[in-house]
């Protein structure tokens, strides 16, 4: 493989379009099985310096955040929406089917932002802008959701400071989380939660006890 669409070849090969459990109302492709997808990519992603196939996958995080969302209509319609860290893009894709006024993808992987546009496609859904790197831009946006993105201490301290940033500056920020190590806890109010059935393939449980918060603005 040598170039993206050599990677739309991949998706429809390794993936399956099928409903999302937990989130049923939104379709994606997603791996059947995680060493298949893992393997086949690994030689040309190492050669393109792009991570490890995680768009292939709806993730407790995401899941949490598309629920809500779906759940909670009027919060998104009409606003400026952010899918920070978006993966597969599925909170992106809940609040265009909610009716957002402007709906922005961020991924710093470039194939996972080609995921995004292509289960948007499925859905019959519109996404307004894909970027990739956002941290330190100025908010533009009236929510910010991230879901799973303290994963890892680098990536918590790269990001945590701008989100508090968009937050004073205005923003709703929703970061959903299944126990990830690195979350700083003490700078957020628990709006709810959710028991996301998940697998032992990709987690070390069978459902994951997963919190919606919202970032506190000091």
């Known amino acids: 493989m040598n170039n993206f669409s050599q990677f739309e070849n991949l998706i429809t090969e390794y993936t399956i379009l099928e409903k999302t459990d937990f989130v049923p109302e939104i379709t994606l492709y997603q791996a059947s099985e995680i060493t ?38 009027k919060m998104v319609k009409g606003k400026k929406i952010l899918d920070f860290a978006a993966g597969c893009g599925i909170a992106a894709i809940a609040a265009a089917k909610c009716e957002a006024a402007y709906i922005e993808v961020a991924d710093i992987d470039p194939l996972a932002q080609k995921v995004c546009a292509l289960n948007a496609k499925v859905n ?68 709810c939660t959710y028991d996301i059935p998940t697998t032992l393939e990709l987690e070390d449980c069978k459902s994951r006890h997963t919190v919606l918060y919202q970032l506190v603005c000091e």
């Not at 910010?144 to 945590?160: K, L």
């Not at 205005?170 to 989380?177: C, M, S, Y």
Request: with cysteine; charged share 15%.
């Open 36 to 73: 298949p997808i893992w393997q086949v990519t690994e030689a040309w992603l190492n050669h393109q310096n792009i991570e490890p196939p995680f768009w292939a996958f709806a993730w407790p995080g995401g899941k949490a955040l598309a629920r809500y969302i779906l759940d909670n209509p």
């Open 124 to 191: 019959h859904v519109l996404l307004d802008k894909n970027s990739n790197d956002v941290v330190g831009q100025l908010c533009e946006w009236d929510i910010i959701f991230c879901g799973d993105v303290c994963y890892e201490a680098p990536m918590t301290q790269y990001i945590w400071p701008w989100l508090k940033q968009c937050a004073q500056q205005g923003a709703t920020v929703f970061i959903a989380d299944p126990g990830r190590s690195y979350l700083p806890k003490k700078e957020l109010n628990p709006v």
